[in-house]
């Protein structure tokens, strides 16, 4: 189960939603107090998974861009958030257990609203907010950082002004995802089951996508690659 979380209320990059920065207890000022890198502001895809009967979480940090064309900056940001987030979860020190709890919280509340507000009411969420919520909040559960090894580590979610069809490449150890800018304004109501069949229709002559590259191609979760 894929759960959203806004990374502007997880790291507090700019502080543009009243949050302030210096209060984040995971922000990026205390993660890297000298602001040395760029970092992604938009989506952190928490992905819950059960194996052997216990949560592993993947995190994906996704940067959106519309318009002109952002694909290598929208890179950097994501990648360098990615490997922030790894670095600070995977340490074994009390921080990093309380970074972990933070996290954890915050998938589960995220959870519990996808369903109060119904949205994607064809997903279960109850498997986070019900099946896993003890495990995750209870720190009993393990980040798996094996879906880089399949679909990178960082995606960019590209809206561009140019762009001439939907496609979806690797370019080194990111995904990037290039879609038709009006797609980012006349999809934005539509339901996630039809943006689905549209986005993977194998029929539209605006798609270019190598389904190979699609997640639900490219992962084995069988695989043991912690």
């Known amino acids: 189960v894929w759960v959203p979380l806004s990374l502007e209320e997880v790291l507090r990059v ?9 209060e984040g207890l995971f ?7 000298d602001k040395a890198n760029a970092y992604c502001d938009d989506l952190l895809m928490a992905g819950v998974e059960i194996s052997d009967g216990r949560p592993n979480v993947h995190l994906l940090p996704v940067e959106v861009k519309i318009g002109s064309d952002q694909s ?35 998938i589960v509340v995220a959870a519990e609203k996808m369903q109060l507000y119904n949205v994607f009411p064809e997903q279960d969420w109850n ?23 399949c679909f990178g580590k960082a995606a960019v979610l590209s809206f561009k002004a140019a762009s001439m069809s939907r496609k979806i490449e690797m370019d080194g150890d990111s995904v990037m995802i290039d879609m038709l800018e009006h797609d980012g304004y006349k999809n934005l109501l539509k339901e996630i089951l039809s ?20 997640l639900c191609n490219c992962y084995n979760p069988a695989l043991d690659l912690t």
């Not at 922000?27 to 107090?33: A, T």
């Not at 498997?127 to 090894?149: A, I």
Request: aromatic content about 10%; proline content about 1%; charged content about 30%.
């Open 14 to 22: 700019t502080g543009s939603t009243g949050l302030k920065q210096t």
């Open 27 to 33: 922000s990026v000022k205390n993660l890297d107090p």
């Open 72 to 106: 290598s900056k929208g890179k950097l940001q994501s990648s360098n958030t990615a490997d922030i987030l790894k670095e600070h979860l995977s340490r074994d020190t009390f921080r990093a257990k309380f970074y972990r709890n933070f996290l954890a919280k915050l």
């Open 127 to 149: 498997k986070v907010s019900e099946d896993c919520r003890r495990y995750l909040l209870n720190d009993d559960f393990d980040f798996n950082w094996s879906m880089r090894d």
């Open 195 to 214: 943006l689905h069949n549209l986005y993977n229709s194998t029929s539209s002559t605006s798609s270019t996508i190598n389904e190979k590259l699609l």
